[in-house]
């Protein structure tokens, strides 16, 4: 399964990719920093990202019609190449224009848009049905593990070689991915071909969503990615900080503790998938709410401790769990839909990930300040509980059928 060239050249590129997506970030907000000391700008980053992203993905699936899989991976890692020696020359000619800076920053998030579900579609082509959740187990343990390292690797670079060099490194290291991207099989198996059909625009782009609407099974498995987006916010960094500074009443290291924690738990759930993947396979449905039980319980004991070392056990557990659930949806949609309509029903889940997920960000971050921080992990795990109603409608359905 995963000694294919195929699956090595996709797996390698994929690592290349996201390690240059993790320097990439370090570098915009360092440079963006020393450029213009202003929180409000740099807190426009990740505003800037979600927009390009939630744009690009309800877009894409007029580009998965016109392009090959493996065309559109290759050619999005190539673009950013190209944006990364723009970005690099701003900084190293010292170009004070922050829309220039900006439009840069979105276009590199657009091209994201796509490329994260014509991968996850592409999958299914070169691996055997069976071994899909062996091969997802894998692809997410590579991810986080090389999340986990850049963010590290990347600070230190930044801090010694300098945001303009961060970007050039960045720059190889998409190169080197639009390589291997470019050497993965252009026709195989659920690859689908490029048609053309007498549809109206919006008819294509709402080709992702009439499929997810038309199926049970996705419409349980979307609103499970719906309630998770929104619940799940209360991980992101401003909520933490508060959560370290005001629960914990420690310094900001322990922020790092935390996501370290919740990175080894990510890194555990792809590495036990990848050994026993047989064993969940054929029981997706099946292990699904106890996945969604235990992100809630953990979210719920972890808001409401004030010991820092028992967090970071339920840091662990959280992400072990939250790993566990998103490798079971990937697995669950791939088994749903057939390889042709893939690319489109991953680019919706993008999409309505993506904008759930910024919208609940803010939400989450004033009720942060309104109330504390406990209340609002409380709700977190609230949210969560109730992801449990659709996936028991899932293996209910799985038991009908």
């Not at 894998?138 to 690797?153: E, H, K, M, P, R």
């Not at 005001?246 to 050994?275: H, P, S, V, Y």
């Amino acid at each position: 399964m995963m000694k294919t060239k195929a699956f090595r050249y996709l797996w390698v590129g994929q690592a290349l990719a996201n390690g240059g997506d993790v320097f990439f970030i370090v570098a915009i907000i360092a440079a963006l920093f020393e450029k213009t000391h202003s929180p409000f700008l740099m807190s426009i980053i990740p505003v800037v990202i979600t927009f390009s992203r939630f744009i690009s993905s309800v877009i894409a699936p007029l580009v998965l019609d016109r392009f090959h899989l493996k065309n559109l991976l290759f050619f999005s890692q190539s673009f950013k190449t190209i944006i990364m020696i723009l970005l690099s020359i701003t900084l190293f000619m010292n170009i004070e224009n922050m829309v220039v800076f900006f439009v840069l920053v979105s276009s590199v998030a657009f091209l994201d848009g796509w490329a994260l579900p014509a991968r996850n579609a592409y999958v299914p082509s070169i691996v055997r049905r069976e071994d899909l959740m062996g091969a997802n187990g894998f692809l997410s343990t590579i991810d986080q593990a090389v999340q986990f390292s850049a963010w590290a690797a990347g600070g230190i670079l930044a801090a010694f070689a300098g945001e303009e060099w961060t970007l050039v490194l960045t720059a190889i290291l998409f190169l080197a991915s639009s390589f291997m991207m470019y050497s993965l099989p252009v026709y195989g198996s659920g690859i689908p071909e490029k048609r053309e059909q007498a549809v109206s625009l919006a008819e294509k782009m709402a080709s992702g969503w009439a499929d997810i609407w038309r199926n049970t099974k996705l419409r349980n498995i979307f609103l499970i990615y719906a309630i998770e987006s929104a619940a799940t916010v209360v991980w992101i960094a401003a909520i933490l900080y508060v959560y370290v500074d005001q629960q914990l009443g420690r310094g900001e290291e322990w922020w790092g503790f935390i996501n370290g924690a919740f990175f080894i738990g990510l890194i555990t759930a792809g590495l036990l998938l990848l050994k026993i993947h047989r064993l969940f396979s054929g029981n997706v449905y099946r292990w699904l709410p106890l996945a969604l039980i235990s992100t809630s319980l953990a979210t719920l004991f972890f808001g409401l401790t004030h010991i820092a070392v028992i967090s970071l056990l339920f840091s662990v557990i959280f992400g072990f769990f939250d790993g566990l659930k998103v490798i079971l949806l990937q697995t669950a949609v791939q088994h749903s839909v057939t390889p042709e309509k893939l690319g489109k029903v991953f680019a919706a889940q993008g999409a309505v990930t993506t904008l759930i997920f910024g919208i609940f960000s803010m939400l989450a971050g004033y009720f942060t300040e309104a109330a504390g921080v406990s209340p609002v992990f409380i709700g977190s795990s609230i949210l969560l509980m109730t992801a449990v109603i659709p996936a028991i409608a899932l293996k209910n359905n799985l038991t009908e059928d």
